[in-house]
């Protein structure tokens, strides 16, 4: 079977209602992670191999719209598949510091639950502001700051996200890149660990690099 390069502004259209379809059904699934592990994970592995096997973006010619609407779509996945410690709080607060590079695409993530909690979005500029939240997106525009941030933070049970150059081997817990047109992320557990989180093998697996 011969592999036809598609671009991604004609894969686009046609594959957008298959990715609502499976971010609903995978929505579902999520909030009975833990009654239903394998059912879950039935849909975990489905939604992300359409996301890593059908969507391709030529490195070139990539919209950066396309590419953030794609990036939003793996999110939630992050999210859905991590465990935090013991929370009391109905709502998890994802924050974007710095600049937003996903502009519209955010409203494919917000108000979505996961384990029975909402996701609330929050922006900011004030460090100070994030050992509030449970989730971070740590924009390209602070990454020279990473440090700081990094320290800030501590050893709080925080998810942080990027999609900067070696960001994971940084600390950052997962960091997502485009590598041979398509959409890939590094996962550092070590950080993970440290911050008590659990990031769920089925998740992994689709990692490109995991650092222990």
């Known amino acids: 079977m011969t592999f036809l390069p598609i671009k991604f502004h004609q894969l ?3 594959i957008a ?30 939604w992300l ?16 719209p396309a ?13 859905a ?12 607060n994802f924050c974007i510091y710095g600049d937003d590079p996903f502009g519209e695409h955010l409203q494919h993530l917000r108000g979505k639950k996961t384990n029975e909690q909402e996701i609330l979005i929050r922006h900011t500029n004030n460090i100070e502001d994030l050992p509030g939240c449970q989730i971070i997106f740590i924009s390209r525009s602070v990454m020279h700051n990473l440090n700081a941030i990094l320290n800030q933070l501590g050893e709080k049970p925080i998810l942080t996200i990027s999609d900067s150059p ?3 081997q940084q600390g950052v817990v997962i960091n997502m890149s485009i590598k041979k047109g398509k959409v890939t992320f590094e996962a550092n557990i070590a950080s993970a660990k440290r911050n008590g989180l659990k990031l769920s093998s089925q998740l992994l697996r689709f990692a490109s690099e995991v650092y222990q």
């Open 67 to 79: 590419e953030y609407r794609l990036k939003v779509a793996f999110l939630y996945n992050f999210i």
């Open 166 to 168: 070696n960001a994971s």
């Open 12 to 14: 686009a259209h046609p």
């Open 17 to 46: 209602p298959i990715m609502v379809m499976l971010s609903r059904m995978l929505e579902v699934q999520g909030d009975r992670l833990r009654k239903r592990q394998p059912l879950a994970r039935h849909f975990a592995v489905l």
């Open 81 to 92: 598949y991590t465990e935090w410690p013991e929370q009391h709080s109905v709502n998890l």
């Open 49 to 64: 191999c359409c996301i890593s096997l059908f969507v391709h973006l030529p490195a070139a010619h990539a919209e950066q």
